[in-house]
């Protein structure tokens, strides 16, 4: 049967183990010059050869309060399909990180206010909903969320992006946020699915960019159906147009100008799904990578403040085989520990998940294949995913929040997988990627419809935990439980301008690893903005070099390893 791509819905026919890491009880101390350490009573574990593994946390964390909903359980409208993401960021400056959902409504096209987005602040492990307090809880149909310092006062702001109109709320620092949409200049009533916050121009504030997906009328769609193997369905992508991509530029103040067209973030309309600010080729300068669901994705690379076009050039715009794939969610990460950061795209049923590999000299490889991916990622729809050592073996993994389009999938015998298909965790091991067994996981991460999700150390005890926001249902936190090697983790208190998309190298002897701040990343999502490295057996480590934007490079000499730093902007 030939393999048609069809992104988010189709417009024709289709188209482990019983080992328990040792918990670490963490306390904290206060050492002067230039940080502060967290330190863990625990010594680090051989994670070599070892399966990772996770445990359901959220009922123990607090998360099961919350519950997504987002159309009708037949998923009549593609806007029905997306699911909602959830943003990861330390709001209230206390050192742990806090969880922001987002949240639908049962029709697209009617509010409803028992149906809001929600903020769990993190009191040491265990969540408390303050949407109330907060002021944040948005009835709008919720797409995505970014945390990021918009106005340079120590506090990160949040954007909330819609199917409809998008709310900007200033953090006031005591806990509150106050709607400043209108004054901030950050008002757009596109259909926003793909969101990031950092310094593109380096003049030392944050900017922001807000990818949009599709422009959809229930009114042009009510009578208007596709077919699933003989069902009937939404129309997908391709039956609706393309919308143009927004740059708001900062002018230092926390006011917003869109400046797309002059920066050049708009090679062609797309149809957004994802972004990612990252330094390609370490030239100091954030280029940008944008998935477009069943369109070449943009790569955008920054040559000083405007974008060129390098989705051609560099082979990172389609597939290994020329075809503008369905792609979702993307996420960046070293995985070879060659020093260049690599990216990770997510897709629909009948195509692989792309690796691409990062050459150093300007090209994107598909590795999909010679590195497992290719046969385990074909019978899914992926969507939010995510690089992270769970083991600290020094190599990093892979996990995906999966779950089919058309809830009709459950009654079609030809369908690759079922609605709900779970999540899926790859480790890294003998160069390639393994997808770890049923063992790994608890039953309700093997039961549910992932669809948004992020990277974060719930716990404090110095692994990478993982939460998604999965569709129609309460949300699921994974506990990392994985026996693991040497680590250390990086909390860095700057403004969002100096940290998001910072390259962090490590290096012990001969060998090095290379990792950085979010920026905004995985599907609809935010991960934690710590900084995570494993380091397996090794024991030591010789040099970590901060390459904070405009400044000369940080370096550290034989950092403590097995602990949490805090560090400042020198």
């Known amino acids: 049967m030939k393999n048609i791509k069809q992104g988010c819905g189709s417009d024709s026919a289709p188209r482990p183990f019983l080992f328990h890491a040792m918990p670490f009880s963490v306390m904290k101390s206060t050492i002067v010059l230039l940080f502060t350490i967290t330190l863990a009573s625990a010594g680090a574990a051989s994670a070599q050869s070892l399966p990772i593994r996770f445990i359901d946390a959220t009922h123990k964390a607090g998360l099961d309060g919350f519950r997504h909903r987002l159309g009708s359980p037949d998923k009549p409208w593609i806007v029905d399909a997306m699911g909602s993401g959830v943003a990861v960021a330390d709001y209230d400056g206390d050192g742990d990180d806090d969880v922001y959902f987002l949240n639908g409504r049962p029709r697209a096209d009617r509010p409803d206010p028992a149906y809001r987005n929600a903020l769990f602040r993190n009191d040491g492990g265990v969540f408390t909903d303050v949407t109330g307090q907060a002021g944040v809880g948005d009835e709008g149909v919720g797409m995505a969320a970014v945390f990021f310092d918009a106005d340079g006062d120590g506090w990160l702001d949040l954007y909330v992006g819609n199917y409809g109109p998008n709310v900007f709320y200033h953090n006031n620092g005591d806990g ?47 009578d208007r159906r596709a077919r699933y193997h003989g069902r009937e369905v939404f129309l997908g992508p391709l039956s609706l147009d393309a919308q143009w991509d927004r740059l708001f530029e900062n002018d230092g103040a926390g006011r917003f100008q869109n400046t797309a067209s002059s920066a050049g973030v ?32 943009h790569f955008l690379h920054n040559e000083g403040g405007r974008f060129d076009d390098w989705s051609f050039v560099s082979g990172g715009g389609f597939s290994d085989d020329g075809r503008a794939g369905a792609s979702m969610g993307v996420s960046v990460g070293d995985y070879d520990n060659d020093g260049y950061f690599d990216l990770y795209i997510t897709s629909y049923e009948g195509e692989s998940d792309e690796l691409y590999r990062n050459s150093g000299d300007g090209q994107l490889i598909d590795a999909s294949a010679t590195m497992g991916l290719f046969g385990s990622t074909r019978s899914k729809v992926t969507w939010g995913n995510g690089f992270c050592d769970f083991d600290a073996d020094g190599w990093l993994d892979v996990y995906t929040a999966n779950g089919h389009v058309y809830p009709q999938a459950d009654s079609t015998p030809e369908a690759m997988r079922p609605y709900r298909q779970g999540v899926s965790v790859y480790r890294q091991a003998d160069g390639r990627f393994h997808e770890q067994d049923d063992d790994a996981l608890p039953a309700a991460a093997l039961q549910c419809a992932g669809r948004g999700s992020a990277l974060l150390d719930y716990d404090d005890d110095g692994d990478m935990d993982i939460v998604i926001n999965c569709i129609d249902s309460a949300p699921l936190l994974l506990e990392n439980v994985s026996p693991r090697g040497n680590w250390l983790q990086l909390r860095l208190r700057a403004s969002s301008a100096q940290i998001n998309g910072m390259r962090i190298v490590a290096r012990a002897g001969s060998r090095r690893w290379t990792r950085m701040a979010d920026a905004g990343s995985s599907y ?37 390893l097995n602990r949490r730093i805090e560090l400042s902007a020198p």
Do not use: C
């Open 176 to 222: 509150t946020f106050t709607d400043a949409t209108e004054e901030s200049g950050l008002a757009d009533e596109g259909y926003a699915a793909a969101l990031g916050a950092a310094d593109y121009d380096r003049d030392g504030d944050a900017d922001l960019f807000v990818g949009n997906y599709v422009r959809f009328d229930p009114d042009e769609q009510s």
């Open 266 to 297: 708009n090679p062609s309309k797309g149809r957004a799904m994802g972004a990612a600010f990252f330094d390609f080729d370490n030239d100091g300068l954030l280029d940008l990578y944008v998935t477009n669901d069943s369109t070449f994705n």
């Open 524 to 560: 609809l999502s935010q991960n934690s903005a710590l900084v995570h490295f494993g380091f397996g057996e090794v024991d030591r480590v010789d040099v970590l070099t901060l390459y904070w934007p405009g400044r000369e490079p940080q370096v550290i000499a034989n950092p403590a």
